[in-house]
C-alpha cells in the first residue's frame, strides 16, 4: 500500500482547521491505515498524514538517515507554517505517556495509539476550539513508512507538555 500523496506544509494550516471544524464520528473510519500513511477518523480523533516514506524494512541505513532527514525538514516546515498562523506551540513529550503503558496504566486509547507510534519523538501541540491538534513524526516499526501527521484529538494529550514554545517552533 502506498501513502497518499503529501501535503505541501503551506496547506496544512487549512487541513488543520478543516480537521478542528470537522465532527468526530461515532466509529472509527479506516482503522488502522494512519500507520500506512492514509487519513483515519474516530471518536476521538482525526488523523491526517502529512507525508511518508516508503517502507524501509530491509534498506540500507543511507535510506534510513535520507528519509527520516527529510520528513524532519518536512515537519520543521509544517511547523513553521501553523507557527506563522497560531503562535507559538507547546512540545509534547510522549515519555510519562510511555511509562505509564509500560507500567501497565490505563492510557486513553487516542494517546496510547500516538504514543506508541511516536516512540521516542516529540509533538508541537496547539490547542483550537477546545480541541488538541499535534504534528507528530513517527512509525509503528519497520515494516510501516515513517509518517508524518497531523492529528487532532478531542482532549488534550496529557501530562507530557515540556514548556511554553519549542525551540523548532521558531525555526524556518
Known amino acids: 500500500m502506498f501513502p497518499d500523496p503529501p501535503v505541501e506544509p503551506a496547506d496544512c494550516v487549512a487541513l488543520a482547521e478543516r480537521l478542528v471544524a470537522l465532527p468526530f464520528p461515532p466509529a472509527v473510519t479506516a482503522a488502522d491505515d494512519w ?19 516508503e517502507v524501509l524494512a530491509d534498506a540500507p541505513a543511507e535510506r534510513w538517515t535520507e528519509a527520516q532527514d527529510r520528513l524532519e525538514r518536512r515537519r520543521l516546515a509544517v511547523v513553521q507554517a501553523l507557527t506563522s498562523a497560531w503562535g507559538s506551540s507547546q512540545l509534547h513529550s510522549f515519555a510519562p505517556d510511555f511509562d505509564r503503558i509500560i507500567a501497565g496504566q490505563a492510557v486513553r486509547p487516542v494517546v496510547e495509539d500516538i504514543t506508541l507510534f511516536a ?54
Not at 500506512?36 to 488523523?47: N, V
Open 119 to 172: 516512540s521516542e519523538h516529540h509533538a508541537n501541540v496547539w490547542r483550537r476550539s477546545r480541541r488538541t491538534v499535534c504534528v507528530v513524526l513517527g512509525q509503528l516499526d519497520k515494516h510501516y513508512p515513517i509518517v508524518l501527521m497531523i492529528a487532532v484529538t478531542a482532549e488534550p494529550l496529557g501530562d507530557g507538555l515540556a514548556g511554553p514554545r519549542s525551540r523548532d517552533a521558531r525555526a524556518g
Open 35 to 53: 500507520i500506512i500513511g492514509r487519513a483515519t477518523s474516530g471518536p476521538d480523533r482525526h488523523f491526517a498524514p502529512v507525508a511518508a516514506s
